[in-house]
């Protein structure tokens, strides 16, 4: 069982910045890969960045490619979305996410991940 708590949310303007965390719990995040994903009120969840267990490999969705950046820190039990040019269509609960799957790549399908945390909420203004 894995728990896992984001933080770093809040208000920005638009072109500002922000990095949200997600701390896990138990020995075993540096096997899991992570995923970040959001949800604007009336809208679907949708994918944002996945990263493997090593950091070595990244996925993000088209949306905020060369914007945004997924990383990780083992040591830490830790997962990061550095948020930069932040737009106000990037508004929306932000949440992270553990895939416990050893197998396979990573995926921007919600419901291949295993543990979700509470999110986070992020709001851009114009």
């Known amino acids: 069982q894995v728990q896992l708590v984001e933080s770093g949310g809040g208000l920005v303007q638009a072109g500002g910045s922000l990095r949200l965390s997600c701390a896990a719990s138990?020995?075993?995040?540096?096997?899991?890969?992570m995923g970040w994903f959001r949800q604007a009120p009336g809208k679907e969840r949708e994918f944002v960045a996945a990263?493997?267990?090593?950091?070595?490999?990244?996925r993000y969705a088209d949306s905020v490619k060369g914007r945004f950046t997924i990383s990780r820190d083992n040591a830490k039990n830790t997962v990061y979305l550095q948020m930069n040019s932040l737009k106000p269509e990037d508004t929306a609960n932000y949440y992270c996410?553990?895939?416990?799957?050893?197998?396979?790549?990573?995926?921007?399908?919600?419901?291949?991940?295993?543990?979700w945390g509470q999110g986070t909420q992020v709001t851009v203004s114009s």
């Open positions: 138990g020995h075993t995040f540096g096997t899991y890969k």
């Open positions: 996410a553990a895939d416990r799957a050893y197998t396979g790549g990573l995926t921007n399908y919600a419901p291949s991940y295993d543990y």
């Open positions: 990263v493997s267990w090593s950091g070595g490999t990244t």
